[in-house]
Structures are given as structure tokens and as C-alpha cells.
């Protein structure tokens, strides 16, 4: 995970919790590569809470300068006039408010999802039976033989029967180690990478025992 960024003070965010997940599959001879990658859902919220803002002023501008002209005692286009600014001015400085923030905040939550940034890239080596994972950018490269692994898994964070914070794990000599952690890939993205991983598990077994014999 990136570290974490600072959004600047005007800028509000819908954040909610949990990554959009996308996996990537790529196939090389004897080889098959999955990229996970998760990504926070940031959306900006600044032209919802300064376009407001900004009719608001638009709307004490034209009443300033309604009282300021006397509107009552001026013919009856200007009457018009000033009764057209206070329908169009207040809409126009909304729209233009979220016009330039939208512009002004597009980097800010781009950084703001790259500091949520979460990737992972598991390599199933079926010519060498080795089973690769890294955590990037944090975590070195792990390396597994195929014979080592007992089993793929989801586990569920809690005995809650309908909690949905689960994580991919593998069961090997050394103990557990987590693929994929709550945050990063949907319950049903897990259990397909897990089919996968048991799948290409089981193809090797099965074709080193047929070799061997």
C-alpha cells in the first residue's frame, strides 16, 4: 500500500470503504500470471459542497443590487432583468463552481487512489511446480513449491455466518500465508482465484505422479 496522502483542505470525498478490485490474467509457456490490483473508490464531492456555496453568493450579489438599484421604481426591463439574474446567475455560478473544482481536484484524487493503491501478482510456474507471490511494493518475493501446499482457502475474519470479510490464504508446511487480504478482491473474485490456484495444484500432482511412474 502507498503511504498515505493528504487531501487538501477544500476538497470533500465520498470514500467508502473496501477496493475496486480488477484481476489481470496473463499466460506464458508453463506459466500462468494473475495481477490483482485494488484501488480505492474516491469521488469528489467538491461541486455539491462549494456550488452551493457559490449560488448562495450569486443570489446575495443580485439582492444587493436589487436593493441598491431600487428595483420597484425602475421600468419594467430592468424589473426583468434582475428578476432573469436571480433564475440564471445562481444555476451559472453552480455549474461553473463544479466546472473548475472538477478540474482543479482531478490530480489530487488520482493521488488519493494511488496512496490506497493495493496489487499483489501470484505466478503459477507449472513446468518448475514453484508458486511465486509478491505484494507490491512492500512485501519481497515468496516463493513456494507446489508440494509444500496443502491447501487454497477463503478464511472468514469472524464465526459470523454472514460476514463477508474473508481472506485467500494457502495452507503450506510453514503455515498460512495470506494472498489476499479483506480489502483487496470480492468474496466471489476469491473463491475463483482460489479454484484456479487449487485447480493448477491438482493438474501438477497428478501429472508428476503419472511421470513418475
Not at 99 to 105: D, F, H, Q, T, Y
Not at 136 to 155: C, F, N, S
Request: charged share 15%.
Amino acid at each position: 500500500m502507498m503511504g498515505e496522502y493528504r487531501r487538501p483542505w477544500w476538497l470533500v470525498v465520498n470514500k467508502p470503504a473496501g477496493l475496486v478490485t480488477k484481476i489481470h490474467e496473463e499466460s506464458v509457456p508453463g506459466e500462468r500470471i494473475f495481477i490483482i490490483r485494488g484501488e480505492p473508490l474516491v469521488q469528489g464531492l467538491a461541486w455539491l459542497t462549494w456550488g452551493p456555496v457559490a449560488a448562495l453568493i450569486a443570489v446575495t450579489v443580485m439582492t444587493t443590487l436589487a436593493i441598491s438599484l431600487e428595483v420597484r421604481a425602475q421600468s419594467g426591463i430592468v424589473q426583468a432583468l434582475i428578476v432573469a439574474g436571480f433564475l440564471i446567475l445562481p444555476a451559472l455560478a453552480w455549474a461553473g463552481t463544479a466546472v473548475i473544482l472538477s478540474r482543479l481536484s482531478a490530480r489530487h484524487l488520482q493521488a488519493e487512489r494511488q496512496s490506497g493503491l493495493q496489487e499483489c501478482i501470484i505466478r503459477l510456474n507449472h513446468a518448475t511446480g514453484e508458486f511465486v507471490f509478491q505484494s507490491i511494493p512492500l512485501a519481497p518475493e515468496k516463493k513456494l513449491v507446489y508440494k509444500d501446499i496443502h491447501q487454497v482457502r477463503l478464511t472468514s475474519l469472524t464465526e459470523h455466518p454472514h460476514n463477508q470479510a474473508t481472506r485467500l490464504t494457502l495452507e503450506t508446511n510453514a503455515g498460512p500465508v495470506v494472498l489476499l487480504n479483506e480489502a483487496l478482491g470480492t468474496q466471489t473474485q476469491k473463491a475463483d482465484l482460489a479454484d484456479e490456484i487449487q485447480h493448477a495444484l491438482n493438474s501438477y500432482i497428478r501429472a508428476s505422479r503419472v511421470s513418475s511412474k
